[in-house]
């Protein structure tokens, strides 16, 4: 039973109800929240931001690795982060800076790459306040620079050099 009726004369009753409409109509209004916000949307930057006493995992000890070997290994760090904004961003970065960088700031570097993909993603498009660990970094800075993007150059993935 449907309402009363069986569902067959409940039908009847709503088509006649609409008259020449060969389709159901529904006046209900589903709300859900989108369960996958785009990027710098208020949602997204709620659902990313990283709690202060979340664990954090330590980087794994890398004993006498070569300044060539660091350089290859955050290369493809940089490219390879899991989230597509990130991916971008760092790898044109890396393509850009990495070559000229001494050991210090390799190493800070990698150390900026111990962190959250958003939170690095959001602290370099200045949606975010860093910590004080990054406020002051020199290399924050070139990384918010080359974010903005101020050569309104077209960016893609950079091709694997040997």
């Given at each position: 039973?449907?309402?009363?009726q069986?569902p067959?004369?409940?039908l009847?009753s709503v ?14 209004v589903?709300?859900?929240s989108d ?14 931001e990283?709690?202060e006493?979340?664990p954090?995992?330590?980087p ?9 070997t660091?350089?290859?290994r955050?290369v493809?760090?940089?490219r ?18 990495l070559q ?5 700031e390799?190493k800070?570097y990698d ?7 958003w939170?690095?993603?959001?602290w370099?498009?200045?949606?975010r306040?860093?910590p004080?660990?990054?406020a ?8 918010k620079?080359?974010?903005?993007n ?7 993935m950079?091709?694997l050099?040997?």
């Amino acid at each position: 039973m449907f309402g009363g009726q069986c569902p067959r004369r409940a039908l009847q009753s709503v088509r006649t109800a609409y008259r020449g409409s060969h389709r159901l109509i529904s006046t209900s209004v589903v709300r859900r929240s989108d369960p996958w916000p785009l990027p710098h949307t208020p949602a997204h930057l709620k659902n990313t931001e990283t709690p202060e006493d979340s664990p954090r995992i330590s980087p794994l000890p890398r004993h006498n690795e070569s300044i060539e070997t660091l350089r290859a290994r955050l290369v493809y760090q940089s490219r390879k982060r899991g989230t597509l904004e990130s991916d971008l961003l760092l790898s044109t970065f890396a393509r850009d800076y990495l070559q000229n960088m001494t050991e210090s700031e390799l190493k800070e570097y990698d150390k900026l790459l111990d962190e959250p993909d958003w939170d690095i993603y959001y602290w370099a498009t200045e949606e975010r306040t860093p910590p004080s660990a990054w406020a002051s970094s020199s290399l924050l800075e070139k990384l918010k620079k080359h974010a903005r993007n101020e050569g309104k150059v077209v960016r893609r993935m950079p091709a694997l050099s040997e």
